[in-house]
């Protein structure tokens, strides 16, 4: 039934609206009527009245109560529905048709009541006087005086009140405000105090080094005057075949006697026992080298003019991100200062020595920051120094999924979708100048290769993990597989030979599982098992106890295989699935994900140190490598990214293929990157199957 139409309307009620309008209309005398009242204490007093108003098939207050034959009431749409289903009393069981529905008018008299009567009783003392003087109650006079001045009194206190809690509320904001700019302020003071410091000693250090230039540049001065003149007497003296002359030598306009000149060079030439031609020759030779490195430096005076401009402007790039590193650093250095200093306050020789600890801690800091800037302004660009194709004419698919230098830096290998693992040496691709460099070696697989990792101390080792699930060990130099695990169920994404053990590997793959392996058995080690496909795995470069797993579940996941039931740390922050994880060293972790940015953590203190942004990752492995200080990842823009550890914006990047081809770079991309360990030459591979030697170049 609808909008409270049916057979007895008449009857219907909606509680919450109409119950409010009868109300109204009832004439009353008082406040309220002598029904009204019996009403709402009969309510009031016995909860278990308010049970007989709730219909027995909704559970709700009836409306448009109906009686049954057998003497039950519900609600009219309820039983109605009930009977076109059944024939039969939902309370008794007993035959019932649509015939025997009878309204209830008295129930809905009393559900009219008591819904008034709710609504009164949850009313406010201020509803209640407002509905007595809407329906024109008649007050004396007096009494009205009483009230007016009761709500006046009322109105008064209440507004006291309320400005008391503001200005309590305002004053609270205020002090917060005042403590928070307290601490701003003494945060800043204490950074202008930083930076007063080291402006000092940087000012000091640089008078140093100019009075150290310009004592160089006297002595340099000195040395010439005097070479000079020995080498325009020594000349003259052989062009005169000995004759004994006076000559000016170097800018000073000194004179050396000829017989001093003479004796000199009879003592030089009975001391060498050289002859005057030979001596001759060698004097003419030392001019011309000089005088060519004077041209070559006068060639070049505008040289660091321009690397110094070009530095500024590198700095000024990204001045946020160096502030905060100096700061960072300069705060940490203060803080372990002042501890030091609290642990040994009570004894002054103790103190005297924290002191002069403290400011050479000072200076550690500044030159900890030192080195940050010079490495970050050292290089501005990548270069490329050599080109290969990693294709060939069997396979057309050519992309390079992971690419990695051996032992001693002295060969690479590469792998992918080719099914081939391919060996370059990387001296004969550097240097020799070929359209094509062949590999060394080159040994087939039976699946796609996903990952390839070196041992660290069998040269000829390599690992490698393939799309079936396989890890294989192979020999290089006998060109053939020498172990093979397969417990994997799904693809492996990412294996990685450990530093310090080099027996043992690591594993991960779709199937959720870590998997351990050693190369002295034929079945895995240890197995951690993950609610997520693992895409990466790595050992920590200090210990083969430690592992770090990066998986679809947006984590990264850090293990002692000690005790692999829980992660030592779980670190979150990523926004999709983590691609690669790396080690910078042992404390520092660097995380690559499909959501555009790498992560860097700090597994000893267990925090993320920085978020790094600038290159474009959504669904393919671009690739991830790291060393101490530089981190270098590949983009959907087919773009090679360096970033330094310590800032969080690109500190350079090259795109590969012509600007010509810019509009097909995005059906490409960079597939893989190795750096040659600490050095500044990176290799780097793309989806064509172009390979890269770069260099960082200033």
């Not at 035959?95 to 009878?102: C, E, G, I, R």
């Not at 000072?362 to 294709?391: K, M, P, W």
């Not at 951690?528 to 947006?554: E, L």
């Not at 200080?629 to 983009?635: D, K, L, R, V």
Request: hydrophobic content about 35%.
């Amino acid at each position: 039934m609808e909008g409270g139409s049916g057979p007895f309307a008449q009857g219907s009620v909606e509680p919450h609206v109409s119950s409010v309008e009868r109300v109204k209309q009832e004439p009353r005398t008082g406040y309220w009527s002598e029904d009204d009242v019996k009403c709402k204490v009969a309510v009031s007093t016995n909860s278990d009245l308010d049970k007989d108003f709730l219909c027995p098939i909704c559970i709700q207050t009836m409306k448009d109560a109906c009686l049954t034959a057998c003497g039950h009431s519900f609600c009219y749409a309820c039983i109605t529905t009930h009977l076109n289903n059944k024939k039969n009393c939902p309370c008794c069981g007993l035959y019932l048709t649509n015939n025997q529905l009878f309204p209830n008018f008295l129930l809905n008299k009393l559900l009219v009541k008591a819904s008034a009567s709710q609504l009164c009783s949850n009313a406010s003392p201020a509803e209640h006087l407002r509905l007595a003087l809407q329906q024109d109650v008649d007050f004396p006079v007096i009494e009205l005086d009483s009230l007016m001045h009761l709500l006046s009194e009322k109105k008064r206190k209440a507004e006291q009140e309320e400005a008391e809690t503001n200005m309590e509320i305002l004053l609270e904001f205020l002090r917060r405000s005042q403590q928070q700019k307290q601490e701003d302020l003494y945060l800043i003071q204490g950074d202008l105090q930083f930076l007063t410091e080291d402006i000092s000693t940087v000012e000091k250090q640089r008078q140093d080094l100019l009075r150290a230039k310009d004592e160089y540049l006297l002595k340099i001065r000195m040395m010439g005057q005097y070479t000079g003149a020995d080498t325009l007497a020594i000349c003259e003296n052989i062009g005169n075949g000995g004759a004994t002359s006076q000559n000016r030598g170097g800018q000073g306009g000194a004179s050396v006697p000829a017989s001093s000149l003479s004796t000199s060079l009879q003592r030089d030439h009975r001391g060498r026992g050289a002859s005057i031609g030979t001596h001759k020759k060698a004097i003419l030779v030392e001019g011309l080298t000089l005088s060519k490195c004077q041209t070559d430096s006068q060639g070049l005076f505008s040289s660091p003019a321009v690397l110094i401009m070009a530095k500024k402007r590198r700095v000024m790039a990204q001045f946020e991100d160096l502030q905060e590193a100096y700061l960072q650093r300069r705060r940490k250095v203060a803080q372990a200062q002042r501890q030091k200093q609290k642990l040994s306050h009570t004894v002054a020789d103790k103190g005297e020595n924290v002191a002069s600890a403290g400011s050479d801690r000072y200076c550690s800091g500044l030159h900890d920051f030192q080195s940050v800037l010079n490495a970050f302004t050292r290089y501005s660009r990548l270069r490329v120094i050599a080109e290969l194709r990693h294709g060939d004419l069997f396979h057309s698919s050519n992309i390079v999924s992971s690419i990695e230098f051996d032992r001693d830096d002295e060969f690479f290998a590469t792998g992918g979708v080719s099914r081939r693992i391919k060996v370059f040496e990387f001296a004969t691709v550097v240097n020799e100048l070929a359209d094509v460099h062949c590999p060394v070696v080159e040994m087939s697989t039976r699946s796609k290769l996903s990952c390839l990792s070196w041992n660290k101390y069998i040269k000829s080792h390599i690992a490698s993990s393939d799309y079936e699930g396989i890890i294989t060990v192979w020999d290089i130099n006998k060109h053939q597989s020498i172990m093979e695990y397969e417990e994997h169920e799904k693809r492996a994404w990412s294996v990685d030979f450990s530093r310090t053990d080099p027996t043992m590997l690591v594993s991960g793959s779709d199937d959720g599982k870590a998997s351990l392996w050693c190369t002295r058995q034929e079945s895995s080690v240890l197995n951690i098992d993950m609610k997520a496909n693992i895409c990466c795995v790595k050992y920590n470069p200090g210990s083969c106890n430690y592992v770090a797993v990066g998986s679809a579940d947006h984590h990264i996941h850090y293990f002692d295989v000690r005790n692999s039931q829980m992660p030592l740390y779980v670190f979150n922050g990523h926004r999709k699935a983590v691609s690669y994880v790396k080690f910078l060293s042992s404390d520092e972790l660097a995380s690559a994900s499909t959501d555009s940015t790498l992560r860097l953590w700090d597994v000893k203190e267990n925090h993320a140190i920085r978020t790094l942004k600038g290159h474009a990752n959504e669904k393919n492995f671009v690739g991830l490598t790291v060393n101490s200080e530089y981190i270098a990842c590949g983009s959907e823009s087919n773009e090679v990214f360096v970033y330094h550890k310590a800032m969080s914006k690109p500190a350079t990047w090259h795109r590969f293929g012509s600007q010509d081809e810019e509009s097909d770079d995005t059906s490409h991309f960079i597939s893989a990157v190795c750096w040659k360990s600490e050095s500044p030459t990176m290799l780097a591979a793309n989806s064509q199957g172009t390979i890269k030697v770069l260099v960082l170049a200033p």
